[in-house]
């Protein structure tokens, strides 16, 4: 009932920019964290960021300074604007929501189907 659809991967220079967008839809009463990890080959999923629905962040050390996480709640939509890129934060990316719906007496985690960032030197 419930899905988060991303869109904004693709291939940047180091230095360059990227903007990932992830938007939720479905019977959505509430969203909570919304965040987004990232996944390189041979590694393990990390969370790059989150923010909670108040708007309050947190960063992976690795990206702070460089990358902004933001969300519009009338959209149910997160944004991650990743920005002075480096080869090392290629990975596919995925957004994770904590979501009340309907027919559910509690919040689900939902994820993405990911996107991949690839940047080169």
């Known amino acids: 009932q419930v899905q988060l659809v991303e869109s904004g991967g693709g291939l940047a220079q180091a230095g360059g920019s990227l903007r990932l967008s992830c938007a939720a839809s479905?019977?959505?009463?509430?969203?909570?964290?919304m965040d987004w990890y990232r996944q390189a080959p041979g590694k393990q999923r990390e969370l790059v960021a989150a923010?909670?629905?108040?708007?309050?962040?947190n960063y992976l050390d690795s990206v702070k300074g460089r990358f902004t996480i933001s969300r519009d709640n009338a959209k149910n939509t997160v944004y991650l604007q990743m920005n002075s890129l480096k080869p090392e934060d290629t990975a596919v990316y995925y957004c994770?929501?904590?979501?009340?719906?309907?027919?559910?007496?509690?919040?689900?985690?939902?994820w993405g189907q990911g996107t991949q960032v690839t940047v080169s030197s």
């Open positions: 994770n929501a904590d979501i009340w719906s309907s027919g559910y007496s509690t919040t689900m985690s939902y």
């Open positions: 923010i909670t629905s108040g708007g309050s962040t």
């Open positions: 479905g019977r959505i009463i509430a969203i909570n964290a």
